[in-house]
């Protein structure tokens, strides 16, 4: 393993955002990781690299058999830029305006390599061909105000990969991007990752994104880990509650057969006394009234979609009728075939939760469907589960 | 064909058939004072209670077609009839009557709400149009509650912002609802309830939607039919099936297969058309085929002719060469 984590903990202030999450990846392998707001799949990333200068970084960060937390500064200066690449969502507010692509992509080879400028000036040319850039030379010498945001996206990379990195960490590095541009960018970085034996984590929210590129993928949902898998049986056997909710909600580019159900397993616990009642929605739940200003007991299920499942005075009045999690894919919309035959999404009720307010116990029991009392209480460790992964679910081996 | 369909095409027919259109949109266009044509004569027709997906990549002029339409732009070419009335020249006065009809939803739903109003003003507007029980019903079948009528938008999540906003567009009713990115800054778990939401409302009131949007899979849930757009002009126009099954401009397929799909076994085996450049700029868009720098089918008679939209197979397709594809 080039970089092997364990234990990361990250919090500012009070309030702790990332909170023991282990990972690794290996050379010319590529680990996805996925989250919505406030998961801390970002904040992660940026601990790796060393960039957080003001928060609490604890466990350990094992960079080639070496530990970065708590490592001098100047060390981590010395590897990050040089071993270690970062990209990001947005290149325009990741570049100098006032200089050209060609001395920011030379600047830190100048620096790690003591380079002469000229040499590192060639060494920008030749990076900015690697990368697609028609023109390198005349390009070199433009400012990034002129290149379009694929184009920019390329520069950042040719900057990423100029000292020949042997871990590159993309954080949304397409998210910005139009979706024939994000092929392209997702193209240049396999086959640079081909070429070179790149390590490379991706970080997004976009499911079809990690489907693509992992080969191992990490479910982030409130600062914990809630399935580690390789990417084969994640997609194709979701373990946790929440990975299945993100997987169903999805809707799919296949043709859909009108009346088919997602091609999700059921979420209903096959336990008995499981279906009913369900606990992190009463009322009063601890962890409901903070989770969201805005927020009140009842309103988490904000919607229509699961109005079994809300006691309070919304459920019957916003929902439409017989659109349960189960029958909702035939339910819905009345029209013919031709209309909107997919039919309901399932939805996952309620919103991610804020890093101030994680809820007690399992961090996705208020919008679980098959939380038990345990959920309310009790944090589920990751354990081992078939499959060669890892899952964070007290019902693990339980649901069907 | 499609890559990913593996079943029999399933058949097709243009959504509802109903003659009366709610809106007819004529020749459209925008020229902005550089002489950028950001919309350059797009025609379609949305009839009541359907949903029109319109996709292109940013630059395509598929937000500007969207708000000329709600008249927050004024276009400067074609018509917009609206229930047979053209709203394109109408004084500002005038067009009232029609601003409780027409309605739109933003992308960004902070930005589109009054910071300094309450969730009740924002959604019972200048007009007044709701009184308060009214305005806590909408609420409540948006999916929020009585309790947050006397809000602030920042106490909000972007979730629930989005519902407000979707109120808010409500109040009036209307009969259109211009959606213009609705989901696309969402949470990926929140999308699908507003994805949900917008369907039941529409399945209640019989609204028509336009739905423009860059996610693929987002419109094609939604859509009964879907129009593709690049550089300013539709290239493709049908129905939903025809367009994602069996998609007969190189665009429209170039676009399929760059979406990524969830699926890591799909993701492996598929052909992926990879489109080479960005692209061009509308302030000069290339003679000819719009499209054709950038596409593997183009010959000498699309770089010097631009092709018509003409019917093929069931839907309109502006390609020289839309009957030769795969």
């Known amino acids: 393993m080039i970089l092997q984590v364990s234990g990361l903990t990250v919090g500012f202030g009070p309030v702790t955002v990332v909170d023991g999450v282990d990972f690794g990846v290996e050379r010319g392998r590529t680990l996805g990781i996925v989250g919505e707001s406030g998961s801390g799949k970002s904040v992660s990333s940026l601990a790796v690299m060393g960039l957080h200068r003001t928060a609490r970084v604890s466990g350990s960060i094992r960079f080639d058999g070496e530990e970065l937390v708590g490592a001098p500064a100047e060390r981590l200066r010395a590897l990050r830029g040089r071993r270690m690449g970062m990209i990001f969502q947005d290149p325009l507010s990741c570049l100098h305006p006032f200089y050209t692509v060609g001395e920011q992509i030379a600047e830190a080879y100048r620096l790690h390599f003591r380079a002469s400028r000229r040499a590192a000036r060639e060494r920008a040319v030749e990076m900015l061909a690697e990368v697609g850039i028609p023109a390198p030379r005349r390009r070199a010498a433009e400012h990034p105000h002129r290149f379009s945001g694929g184009m920019r996206q390329r520069v950042m990379i040719a900057m990423a990969l100029a000292c020949e990195p042997d871990l590159l960490i993309a954080d949304e590095p397409t998210t910005a991007l139009d979706v024939t541009v994000q092929a392209q960018i997702l193209e240049l970085i396999q086959r640079i990752q081909a070429e070179r034996g790149l390590a490379v984590i991706m970080i997004t929210h976009d499911l079809g994104v990690v489907a693509r590129i992992a080969d191992e993928v990490l479910v982030m949902y409130g600062g914990r880990t809630v399935e580690h898998a390789p990417a084969r049986p994640l997609f194709k056997d979701p373990r946790h509650p929440y990975t299945r909710g993100l997987l169903a909600s999805v809707p799919g580019l296949a043709p859909s057969v009108p009346g088919l159900a997602p091609s999700v397993p059921n979420l209903a616990p096959s336990v008995p006394g499981l279906a009913s009642g369900v606990p992190g929605l009463a009322p009063g739940a601890p962890g409901l009234d903070s989770g969201e200003p805005g927020l009140v007991p009842g309103a988490l299920g904000l919607a229509s979609e699961e109005p079994g499942l809300l006691p309070g005075p919304l459920g019957p009045a916003s929902a439409s009728p017989g659109s349960g999690p189960e029958d909702g894919v035939e339910s819905g919309s009345g029209r013919a075939a031709e209309g909107r035959g997919s039919g309901r999404l399932p939805a996952i009720p309620g919103s991610p939760p804020s890093p101030s307010a994680f809820p007690p116990g399992c961090r996705f029991h208020p919008r679980c469907p098959s939380a038990l009392p345990a959920c309310t209480a009790e944090q589920p460790p990751l354990r081992p589960a078939a499959g060669d992964r890892k899952v964070a679910c007290h019902l693990e081996g339980a649901l069907r | ?326």
């Open chain 2, 1 to 326: 064909m499609n890559p990913l369909d593996t079943r029999p095409a399933p058949e097709t027919h243009d959504g509802p058939p109903t003659p009366v259109p709610l809106l007819s949109v004529r020749d459209l266009r925008m020229t902005f004072g550089s002489g950028v044509r950001a919309v350059d004569g797009v025609s379609f027709d949305l009839r009541p209670g359907e949903t029109l997906g319109l996709v292109g990549e940013s630059g395509c002029g598929k937000s500007t077609t969207g708000r000329m339409i709600v008249r927050l732009l004024q276009s400067t070419g074609g018509t917009i009839a609206f229930d047979g009335h053209d709203l394109t020249r109408l004084p500002p006065r005038a067009m009232l009557p029609f601003r409780r009809d027409l309605q739109m939803i933003f992308q960004d739903p902070f930005a589109s709400l009054n910071p300094r109003q309450t969730v009740h003003q924002i959604v019972s507007g200048p007009r007044k149009l709701l009184t308060r029980p009214q305005v806590i019903e909408l609420l409540e079948r948006v999916g929020l509650a009585a309790e947050h009528a006397d809000r602030y938008p920042h106490e909000f999540s972007g979730g629930q912002a989005q519902r407000i906003g979707i109120a808010r567009a409500l109040a009036s009713g209307p009969r259109l609802v211009v959606c213009d990115e609705p989901v696309s800054a969402l949470d990926v778990s929140i999308q699908a309830q507003i994805v949900n939401l917008l369907a039941d409302l529409q399945d209640e009131r019989g609204l028509a939607y336009l739905f423009i949007a860059h996610d693929l899979s987002v419109v094609r849930h939604m859509s009964d039919r879907v129009a593709v757009m690049y550089l300013g002009r539709i290239v493709e126009l049908g129905s939903r099936a025809a367009l994602y099954d069996d998609p007969a401009h190189p665009y429209t397929r170039a676009l399929l297969s760059a979406v990524p799909v969830a699926d890591p076994d799909v993701e492996a085996t598929r052909e992926r058309i990879v489109l080479r450049g960005d692209p061009p700029s509308p302030a000069a868009p290339p003679p000819g085929c719009s499209f054709h720098p950038r596409c593997a089918l183009a010959q000498d008679l699309c770089r010097t002719a631009p092709p018509p939209l003409r019917e093929v197979r069931g839907r309109q397709v502006a390609c020289h060469f839309a009957e030769a594809t795969p």
